[in-house]
Nanobody, 124 residues
Framework: QVQLVESGGKLVQAGGSLRLSCAAS????????MAWFRRAPGKEREFLGS????????YYLGSVRDRFAISRDNDKNTVYLQMNSLKLEDTAVYYC?????????????????WGQGTQVTVSS
């Protein structure tokens, strides 16, 4: 299975933008649907969205639908999370996750392979 390493997290001002990357090892990355999650201090883990392995379709939860975008580059074995109009409440550790040929890439439970996370802090 793939191993995942997130990067790109940092301190950013509210209203700014940030792009996170998740690099995957292995030669079968194109067979994996990828997802992004986050865990804010004192809160449960939140599923943000995912991107399909077959056709690159994306799915987002309502809370970030209009501000965040997921994309992938199979040649680079990398998935991205573009975050715009950042808010204080976006402060969290962000994780990518993978699911090999999932039945439904929109289902959170499909994603069982995790990265270590990257910290995003939004300041006022």
């Amino acid at each position: 299975q793939v191993q995942l390493v997130e990067s790109g997290g940092k301190l950013v001002q509210a209203g700014g933008s940030l792009r996170l990357s998740c690099a995957a090892s292995g030669r079968t990355f194109s067979e994996y649907a990828m997802a992004w999650f986050r865990r804010a201090p004192g809160k449960e883990r939140e599923f943000l969205g995912s991107i399909n392995w077959r056709d690159g379709r994306t799915y987002y939860l309502g809370s970030v639908r209009d501000r965040f975008a997921i994309s992938r580059d199979n040649d680079k074995n990398t998935v991205y999370l573009q975050m715009n109009s950042l808010k204080l409440e976006d402060t969290a550790v962000y994780y990518c996750a993978a699911a090999r040929r999932p039945y439904d890439f929109k289902r959170e439970i499909e994603f069982q392979v995790w990265g270590q996370g990257t910290q995003v802090t939004v300041s006022s």
